[in-house]
């Protein structure tokens, strides 16, 4: 799976011809324009895949920098308790010396992506594009609901990854 096999499913929803690569004419989006996209709906998703455990570096005394990638930081992995925040792109942890947290990054290789998180991307770029190629504000309400049930069913199957088969997690246990 690539970006335009992606930006392609996406237009392929919206009655638009396939594109090959970002250059063409009839692509929609520069590569650049759908990394925006591409990093909007990981946040949203945070799928495995996108999700990352490191270290941050140190900038300061209880300050540290994101990584390069990193678009949002799901959890600092502390189990002191210390109190954090992020800040622009930093993390303050006031007393912290060291700092590891859970994350999104951007992912660039998509077949590190699970399949469902495809769906969901697809689903999400043919929303944003809807109005502007089809000018059907039915369309793109049709886009966006498309959309949401993908993001609800891909979020289901996230949380249930790393479980065997009929022993997921139950509010009964």
Known sequence: ???????????????????????????????????????????????????????????????????????????????????????GRTVIAPGATNLTARYVQHVDNMALLAPYAHGVISAFVASRLAMGITQSLTTANAMFEKYERALADARHRSSQEGYPAGSEPSWLD
């Not at 004419?25 to 990981?42: G, I, K, N």
């Not at 998703?45 to 678009?71: H, I, K, M, W, Y």
């Open 1 to 87: 799976m690539s970006k335009i096999t992606l930006l392609s499913a996406a237009l392929r929803s919206l009655g638009q011809p396939e594109i090959t690569n970002f250059s063409s004419q009839s692509s929609p989006l520069s590569e650049s324009a759908f990394d925006d996209l591409l990093d909007e709906c990981l946040v949203l998703l945070a799928p495995n895949g996108a999700r990352v455990t490191a270290s941050f570096a140190v900038v300061s005394s209880g300050v540290f920098a994101f990584p390069e990638l990193c678009l949002s930081v799901l959890e600092v992995v502390d189990p002191t308790g210390i109190p954090w925040r992020v800040e």
